[in-house]
């Protein structure tokens, strides 16, 4: 990503894992002289009262107005009291008073009167834990992101399992019947991680932003590297606001929206699970639209957001500036206002074209869906939106970092503006926009809904806004509640059947057909033994537990976590977990596994997955006509160099979404053949 600087001066930010470095300390340009826009300047000044009023009423003052200039009745008169706030400053720079360090600090604060600071003397500061408030500028958009944290281990990870469980699984790759043998216990690994503590010295609220979002298809970690080493999920995202809620905090739930990520059946039924969860039970506040929907089916996508309501829902969440489907505004608000704790906020969202490119022209009168440039929708509703005199004004913007700088210096009458953010983990801070004298406080969301964040807003001068990013990691504990909408997610996947999901199988391109792992048994002894059993290093990290790969299969139908739900009839499991699948793209290949109750000689993932379907080669061994050239190009074809497996093989499964802490060193001994 190219850096950007977005205030006259930039300071580098550097982040480790969840912890960020203190900020190198840069004092401000001075911002005297400067002529920002009238309009921009004096938006809303009932509004800005009220806000200026709500974050003094802790300390019993109230701002009076000075004689007018041209900085709309901006006094330049000196400060009386402690660190106190201008009154003109459109609603942003007021919600955002922690990051305004000026005034005589040894000023009694509980002065009867003051009048307003002059703009040569704003200076940001960090919004942190009380106390630790540090002066900086507006951070500028950084060269290189943070990348996820992934465990660092010199062997692969494992949890443990009983030997009922272990028997279990031997008993369905054997084919005989396990259900009865296998131990339903909810955790079978112990518990006995340090998780770093979340909102630290916070005391109650005014208002609290749970927000989330880009979830691209993630409804839940896989887990086949284990649970505790991943993050995200919609069951772990309703611990989370259950844990705000139960202390009584004022939370309003908004996301950012893209949910999915491909097209067809198993997508429609995610997105139809993704939204009963976040409407019937989270009981989301305000809900965009993502690329992903938008992308989708427009019929079935309106059918979806008509279809999912909760009984006690007055209107529909869904909120999008610059995108609808069928113009139905009963579908998508251009925007909603939502009241808690006795304010008003203001929420829109937006989507930045550049995801629809190769679709056309996407404002054209004949599309169904139609997704207009975010200035061109934003523009269209903000008169309307500022009409509504809310305290508060939230941006939901899936663009990328940069656009959403450009965005809060175009419309700086956003207090918070939501971006899609990187790749890899968020920042645990708010980034601040400098526009003329305010600031817009700018968060990032991160890939797959791994993180969520808390914006927190107090009836408090010197600390208003905190803010806290929140791993959403295995503390929180699924509930049952959200354990019902992932047993019929996939009661819907298997009702819906292979056929339905994926269509019918395809030949592989090498024309040939898959046999099974036992076939290659009668020549390959020692191979299969290992394949089916684990090398003896994996029978000392893992004694009584069958191979890694020939229990694959049997992890779906009896998962060591999450018992309480198989997933061998979901697509994207099937696709790593069995024989004869493509791994990337979800279809299954002529031959490979198809139905369970017949095909458990393509259980686990076979020799074939790696070295290409063996019909043609155990022909020839077994005497068919061939000549000395083909038997040489299957060979070939079938033999696989250990460098060629660790650059381009394995990784097509043991990918950073699935296999987060793959390591092919460590790995490689387990199954060495």
């Known amino acids: ?112 009167t003051f009048e307003p600071v002059s703009a040569t003397s704003l200076t940001l500061v960090k919004s942190t834990t009380p106390g630790t408030e540090e002066p ?70 005014e208002l609290l932003f749970f927000i989330s979002g880009r979830q691209h298809g993630y409804i839940e970690p896989c887990g086949c590297a284990g649970l505790d080493q991943m993050k995200g999920g919609l069951l772990r995202r309703q611990a989370a606001i259950n ?69 006690d829902e007055v209107s529909t969440p869904f909120v999008s500036a610059n995108a609808s489907i069928f113009d139905d505004s009963d579908a998508i608000k251009p925007y909603i206002v939502l009241e808690k704790n006795g304010r008003k906020v203001g929420v829109t969202s937006v989507v930045a074209s550049k995801f629809f490119n190769g679709l056309g022209d996407m404002t054209a009168d004949d599309r169904d869906t139609k997704v207009f440039a975010p200035e061109v929708g934003i523009a269209k509703i903000l008169p309307q939106l500022m009409a509504e005199k809310c305290d508060v004004h939230v941006l939901l913007a899936f663009v990328p970092e940069e656009d959403s700088i450009e965005l809060a210096k175009k419309f700086p009458q956003f207090h918070f503006i939501v971006n899609e953010g990187v790749e890899g983990e968020p920042m645990g801070k708010l980034d601040y926009v400098r526009v003329g004298e305010r600031s817009v406080a700018v968060m990032q969301m991160g890939y797959k809904s ?82 089916k059993e684990g090398t003896s290093q994996w029978k000392e990290k893992h004694p009584g537990e069958p191979g890694p790969h020939s229990r694959a299969t049997a992890d779906l139908v009896l998962p060591g976590e999450r018992t309480w739900v198989a997933r061998n009839h979901d697509p994207e499991c099937l696709s790593c977990h069995v024989t004869g699948w493509n791994a990337q793209k979800y279809f299954a290949y002529k031959s490979g596994y198809w139905e369970h109750d017949k095909d458990s000689i393509l259980y686990g993932s076979g020799c074939e997955n790696c070295h290409g379907p063996g019909s043609r080669h155990a022909e020839i061994e077994n005497g068919a006509d061939a000549d000395d050239l083909e038997k040489e190009n299957i060979l070939k074809q079938l033999r696989i160099k250990k460098e060629v497996a660790k650059e381009n093989l394995c990784s097509t499964c043991h990918d950073l979404n699935n296999s987060p802490d793959f390591e092919f060193e460590s790995y490689w001994p387990m199954i060495a053949h």
């Not at 706030?85 to 459109?90: E, K, M, V």
């Not at 929907?293 to 979806?304: C, I, K, N, P, W």
């Not at 927190?456 to 990691?473: C, E, G, H, S």
């Open 1 to 112: 990503m190219s850096d950007k600087t977005v205030s006259d001066k930039t300071v580098s930010d550097k982040t480790v894992s969840d912890k960020t470095v203190s900020d190198k300390t840069v004092s401000d340009k001075n911002t005297a002289g400067q002529n920002p826009t009238t309009f921009l300047q004096c938006v809303d000044k009932e509004a800005e009262k009220r806000f200026t009023e709500w974050t003094m009423k802790a300390t019993g003052q109230f701002p009076t107005i000075g004689s007018s200039n041209t900085n709309c009745g901006i006094s330049n008169q000196p400060v009386v009291a402690k660190k106190m706030l201008q009154p003109c400053l459109l609603l942003g720079l007021v919600l955002l008073a922690s990051v305004l360090g000026c005034g005589d600090a040894s000023t009694p604060s509980n002065a009867s």
């Open 136 to 205: 900086y500028s507006v951070p500028p958009v950084r060269e290189n992101d943070p990348q996820p944290t992934t465990a660092s281990s010199d062997k692969p990870r494992t949890w443990p399992r009983n030997p009922a469980y272990n028997q279990a699984v031997k008993s369905l790759i054997n084919g005989s019947s396990a259900e009865s043998e296998h131990n339903r216990a909810s955790d079978l690994r112990a518990t006995e991680d340090e998780f770093e503590p979340l909102y630290v010295d916070w005391p109650k609220p």
């Open 243 to 311: 844990e705000l809620e139960a202390k009584g905090w004022p939370v309003l739930k908004l996301d950012l929206g893209d949910q999915i990520q491909r097209l067809g059946p198993q997508a429609q039924i995610k997105l139809e699970s993704t939204y009963k969860a976040l409407r019937g039970i989270m009981k989301y506040d305000a809900i965009g639209m993502g690329p992903g929907e938008l992308r989708a089916d427009s019929f079935q996508v309106l059918g979806t957001l008509l279809n999912t309501s909760s009984n």
């Open 450 to 531: 791994m993180f969520a964040g808390a914006i927190a807003i107090y009836a408090d001068q010197d600390n208003p806004v905190r803010f806290q990013k929140i791993p959403l990691d295995h503390r929180f504990k699924d509930t049952e509640e959200m354990k019902a909408v992932f047993k019929n997610y996939q009661m819907e996947l298997q009702k819906k059947g292979l056929l339905g999901l994926v269509g019918q199988p395809v030949t592989h391109p090498s024309g040939y057909s898959y046999i099974g792992s036992e076939a290659c048994s009668d020549c390959h002894e020692a191979e299969y033994e290992i394949w």
